[in-house]
């Protein structure tokens, strides 16, 4: 009589954590959340004469007092303007192994921390204390750092805090997705899981396949990341923790992909949707560039539009606010820091910075 008590709280308690663990993964997967972009909003647009060439101008950041824009086809890497009034402050940056030289400067790894710049280079991250006024490679060295060899090439440079810097090294076959290094231990780590879409990927794939863009809040609460192939914007706190994933409906579908292996699978005719991003402390801003792999010779693939470039706005719970088509083209933008205005590049107009009126959109 015993031993069929013992059995009966044994099978209550078995079939307890079994509801428990279920439970738990449902909850994990009710996180994502089909969201529906809201009609177009049109804003006003004007421009903004440079007074210096941008001839490559493949990034932007913003932050209450700058705007500085990586131009990497000229002897000067980085223009700077002023906020808001957008007026050219001068350049700072050279390509090069001497002083206040850079010797090989990444786009994405330029960024703000606290009221510094962050700069990306080769083998060393810097961070740089802008002078107040005219601006003409006068900066001062506040910081800097040396990569550790296991992380080259190591981009997407964040500095989290005083102690962590995330980044991603593309090559390097890890279990999560955002890479760690300890600048006081130099341990590196890695976190931020990988999504779930139920997909077979070959473990040294998985990168290629999850490409993805991150940004993080200024104030360094939250990260916000979107991906190449899927139309999926991933919320994380600073410790990894999902807080909200949404997926975006409405946009093209993507193939169904019967190999993922990227030297081998059809992963390079996939639609891409978002490849570029950039944040506030109340929205994120993501540059929606709709392409399509073609094969064009036996050895050769090209991206192909297949629709016009527009921007999705969200607010951090994942919620869509605004979608806007871009009446230029651009390689990359910034948001000002209030969300007044949307500031762009555009290739075939290098004297110039485009500037979106958000006021009426998101700020009604």
Same mark, same amino acid.
């Given at each position: 009589m015993l031993s069929f008590r013992i059995f *009966? #709280? *044994?099978n209550f308690y078995l079939t307890f954590i079994a509801f428990f663990i279920l439970s738990s993964c449902n909850e994990k997967n009710s996180l994502r959340k089909e969201v529906s972009l809201p009609k177009y909003s049109s804003a006003n647009l004007d421009s =903004?004469?440079?007074q210096s060439f941008l001839e490559n101008p493949i990034s932007m950041v913003a932050n209450d007092s700058f705007l500085v /824009?990586? %131009? $990497?086809?000229? &002897?000067? *890497? $980085? #223009? /700077?303007f002023s906020q808001p009034k957008c007026k050219y402050l001068g350049w700072f940056g050279r390509e090069g192994k001497g002083p206040h030289e850079f010797l090989m400067a990444t786009p994405n790894g330029v960024r703000f921390y606290r009221n510094q710049v962050q700069v990306d280079d080769l083998k060393k991250i810097y961070y740089l204390k802008l002078p107040e006024g005219s601006i003409h490679n006068n900066f001062t060295i506040k910081e800097s750092f040396s990569k550790p060899s296991n992380l080259l090439p190591f981009n997407q440079i964040f500095r989290l805090d005083k102690e962590y810097i995330c980044g991603v090294n593309a090559s390097r076959i890890?279990?999560?997705? =955002? &890479?760690t290094l %300890?600048? &006081?231990?130099y341990e590196v780590g890695s976190f931020v899981d990988y999504p779930d879409f139920g997909l077979k /990927? @070959? +473990?040294i794939d998985r990168r290629a396949v999850y490409t993805f863009r991150y940004d993080v809040k200024p104030d360094r609460s939250m990260f916000a990341l979107v991906y190449r192939f899927f139309p999926l914007l991933r919320i994380v706190d600073k410790k990894g923790n999902i807080l909200h994933v949404s997926y975006i409906t409405g946009l093209p579908e993507q193939i169904e992909f019967k190999d993922l292996g990227t030297r081998n699978g059809n992963l390079l005719y996939g639609v891409q949707y978002y490849d570029y991003i950039r944040v506030t402390n109340q929205h994120i801003y993501v540059l929606y560039r709709p392409r399509k792999g073609k094969k064009v010779s +036996?050895? #050769?693939f090209e991206s192909m @539009?297949?629709?016009q470039q527009e921007v999705h706005i969200f607010k951090w719970n994942g919620q869509p606010v605004a979608r806007m088509k871009l009446k230029k083209g651009t390689l990359a933008f910034a948001p000002s820091s209030d969300d007044r205005y949307l500031y762009c590049t555009n290739m075939n107009s290098i004297d110039k910075i485009y500037r979106y009126d958000l006021k009426k959109m998101i700020n009604p």
């Open positions: *009966l #709280r *044994l =903004i004469n440079t /824009v990586s %131009n $990497f086809k000229t &002897d000067t *890497l $980085f #223009r /700077v890890a279990q999560q997705s =955002i &890479d %300890n600048i &006081d231990t /990927v @070959p +473990e +036996e050895r #050769r @539009p297949i629709g």
